[in-house]
């Protein structure tokens, strides 16, 4: 009989694909089979050419939830026809199919939670095929029971019978369980001695009462401690060692949303949609500054998991939930290595026996205008491979392997590319071993064997060094990436552009990546194809006095950034007359400082974005003496102008463009001893930050040849800035590209790096 051979690629196992596919074939009265392979779905239909073309259209209109069509090929064949249609066993081969992220909680399943009469109430682990774990539970593809930390809990006949019915939604939901068959909670106090009585009933009071607890959620421990309780708060803090950071809150539902955060349409989505992240939204001050110092927005997520709901309903407030790790370390996903870890930190420990195969935090997104941005990218979003445009189909296969700080690798092939989850800074060993231990889960679920190998041209970095260290050992292509090529290449990627595109204006502004001349470069006007770049225009160069310690102590940027603006011969006391910051500064070893850039010692000059938001920060009173974690002085800056009114107006530059801050620190300093709110001065450096920008951009725009330009790095982050100079340049009619998907920060360069490391041999 005539078929038809029917290949879908994309996000289509574990998310209730091919279930969709038998209802919509038996409902037509259709015959034929689908299954699962390394590939995405095969389905064989037999039907005339009139009803597969209505099946077909039937099958990208109604995708299930949580699944992406990438591409469909139908080839027609002639086979004996079966009496019906039928799922069948899913096959082997290679890997070219995306797993898909972690879902949270689907309105279905939580009514079955909150049903009395339902056999899953109250049971913490419920799920279905639109929700649920996903890459926190799976080892290896395909994506069936036998391959995940599911594998060694056998399905009682309840849940048995739901997992082999076409018409249930839990069809072949790999976790599918229930209170007979699946996980089970257990408290314990931080000695692991067990406490009597019901888990999250109990574990409810222990936060009520101003208690810490651990947390195992579903990519790794978290810590709890009620948002309304100071003390604990501070508890918290002091434990952690983690004095300023802002801390994420978890809300019951949507009311309790309304009454801290100023909501739009766009965050309310955000909070509701399936990935469920941290999303950051305007305070309304109806918590303690302690949990968002010097901040103008809180982040909050509704819960994710059935016990994170369960656990809210009996919580009259929000609860602080933030990562169950040591200081800079990955969050903690054993339980044993949590109780010896985290037993400093917190009092109870809320504890079940499903592993968690692969780590995963929390993704955080804010809104800029009407369009989400995304900060960290975790649960939720890692790791949906993104299509690329087709002229990256058939490029070699690429392994990138991004920065040191906010680490994500890459592998680019089949015209996919895969970006891992947040990784976190390289510069701790345990970070180091997770990266290990993760690209290697990766190459192995994908089957993914590399021809290059593609790394940041910094051959300081560790991701660089073991890059190098596997290209040699495997006897691989190695590719270096300029630090901001990688960011502008990213932004290209995420939108579409071909591997031929025209060139753009790329304009990257950051805290410090190497530069093509060996210096360092932060604040970048850039003619940029996937094939090379051309440095334009960029901000005046100003030493970082003491290295790596200017990004930690402002008062060294101050220091540096008067000096360049109004010479050695002046002294901040001169500069700076009576104001207060100037005795401040008066007091830090200047002389020593000024002799090391003088000598050019351990003092780099760097055209760093960052650290001019550090020296203003500096000069406001903010963070003056160090800031406690990376971008506190910049994101301070940011919450005091976002206080100001739009008309606070900018600090003229006389034309001279970017060849000196001079007037930018002159106007500064004459508004601060006029007693000009920091507020307004805090607005006028951005609107001043922002002009400057856009006129240099229209400045070299005509040497770049572009109408497209693009923006990207950590500093602009800043919603502020970004949708200030954005604004500004669609004005005047350029397009300006930016990341929606994929982090500003160098979360994204492994994608560029990819893309660009493809492109190179």
């Not at 809180?298 to 200081?327: D, E, R, Y």
């Amino acid at each position: 009989m005539r078929g038809w051979h029917i290949r879908v690629r994309g996000l289509v196992q574990g998310v209730g694909f091919r279930p969709h596919v038998w209802r919509l074939a038996t409902q037509s009265g259709l015959a034929g089979t689908v299954l699962n392979d390394a590939e995405g779905v095969v389905i064989e239909l037999f039907a005339d050419a009139a009803a597969q073309a209505r099946f077909l259209a039937a099958l990208r209109a109604g995708v299930p939830p949580l699944a992406r069509i990438d591409s469909i090929e139908v080839t027609e064949i002639y086979a004996l026809a079966p009496k019906d249609f039928t799922i069948s066993r899913s096959r082997a081969g290679h890997a070219n199919t995306g797993i898909s992220p972690d879902a949270a909680t689907c309105p279905d399943c939580l009514a079955d939670v909150f049903d009395p009469q339902n056999r899953r109430h109250l049971y913490p682990f419920t799920n279905c095929t639109h929700c649920g774990p996903r890459l926190t539970i799976t080892r290896k593809i395909p994506y069936d029971r036998a391959n995940t930390a599911m594998a060694e809990f056998s399905l009682c006949a309840a849940c048995r019978a739901e997992y082999e019915d076409p018409a249930d939604r839990r069809y072949h939901a790999q976790p599918n369980a229930c209170p007979d068959c699946g996980p089970k909670l257990e408290l314990v106090d931080s000695a692991g001695k067990s406490v009597a009585g019901d888990a999250l009933q109990k574990a409810a009071s222990l936060i009520a009462a101003g208690n810490i607890l651990a947390i195992k959620g579903l990519g790794g421990f978290q810590l709890a401690v009620d948002a309304g309780n100071h003390a604990a708060i501070a508890r918290l803090r002091k434990r952690k060692h983690r004095p300023a950071k802002p801390l994420a809150l978890m809300v019951r539902d949507m009311a309790m949303a309304e009454n801290l955060v100023q909501l739009t349409g766009i965050g309310r989505a955000l909070l509701q949609g399936w990935q469920a992240p941290i999303v950051l939204l305007p305070d309304k001050g109806k918590l303690a500054p302690s949990i968002a110092p010097g901040q103008a927005c809180l982040g909050l997520m509704l819960p994710n998991t059935p016990l994170h709901h369960i656990l809210l309903q009996s919580l009259a407030s929000p609860i602080v939930l933030t990562s169950g790790n040591l200081a800079g370390a990955p969050q903690i996903i054993d339980n044993e290595e949590a109780l010896q870890k985290l037993g400093q930190i917190a009092d109870y420990f809320l504890l079940h026996d499903r592993d968690i195969a692969n780590r995963m935090d929390d993704s955080v997104v804010q809104m800029v205008g009407a369009a989400p941005q995304i900060l960290r990218r975790g649960r939720g979003y890692a790791p949906a491979p993104m299509l690329l445009h087709k002229g990256f189909n058939g490029l070699p296969p690429t392994l990138a392997m991004g920065g040191d700080m906010k680490n994500t690798f890459c592998l680019l092939g089949q015209g996919h590319a895969i970006v891992s989850q947040h990784m976190g800074d390289m510069d701790k060993p345990d970070t180091q071993r997770d990266f290990h231990a993760n690209m290697g889960l990766f190459r192995q679920i994908y089957e993914f064997t590399p021809k290059w190998v593609a790394v940041d041209a910094h051959t300081g970095y560790f991701s660089t060094r073991m890059g190098e260290s596997l290209a040699a050992k495997a006897g691989l292509g190695l590719v270096r990436v300029q630090h901001h090529h990688a960011h502008i290449a990213a932004v290209m990627a995420e939108n579409g552009l071909p591997p031929d595109a025209k060139p753009v204006l790329g304009i990257v502004l950051d805290g410090a990546g190497y530069g093509t001349d060996g210096t360092i470069w932060g604040g970048e006007f850039l003619r940029t194809d996937y094939k090379s770049i051309e440095r334009l225009a960029h901000f005046p160069a100003v030493a970082l006095p003491g290295g790596d310690k200017a990004s930690q102590q402002p008062w060294r940027n101050l220091f540096a950034h008067l000096r360049a603006a109004f010479g050695a011969g002046q002294s901040p006391g001169l500069v700076l007359g009576p104001l207060p910051v100037a005795a401040e500064l008066e007091a830090k070893p200047l002389q020593m400082l000024g002799q090391m850039i003088e000598k050019g010692l351990n003092s780099p000059p760097a055209s760093s974005a960052g650290r001019l938001f550090d020296a203003v920060a500096a000069i406001l009173g903010l963070c003056f003496e160090r800031i406690a974690f990376e971008g506190e002085a910049a994101m301070q800056v940011q919450a005091l102008a976002e206080a100001a009114p739009d008309e606070a107006g900018y600090y003229p530059f006389y034309g001279s463009g970017l060849a000196s801050w001079k007037p930018l620190w002159t106007g500064i300093i004459a508004d601060l001893g006029e007693g000009v709110p920091k507020s307004i001065i805090a607005k006028r450096f951005h609107n001043t930050l922002n002009r400057l920008i856009v006129q240099t951009a229209i400045k070299v725009s005509g040497r770049a040849s572009a109408t497209q330009v693009v923006l990207s790095g950590g500093v602009f982050q800043n919603r502020l800035l970004l949708a200030g100079v954005k604004d500004d340049l669609e004005a005047l009619g350029f397009t300006v590209l930016q990341p929606e998907m994929f982090p500003l920060n160098d979360g994204g360069l492994s994608l560029g790096q990819a893309a660009i490391g493809a492109l190179r041999p």
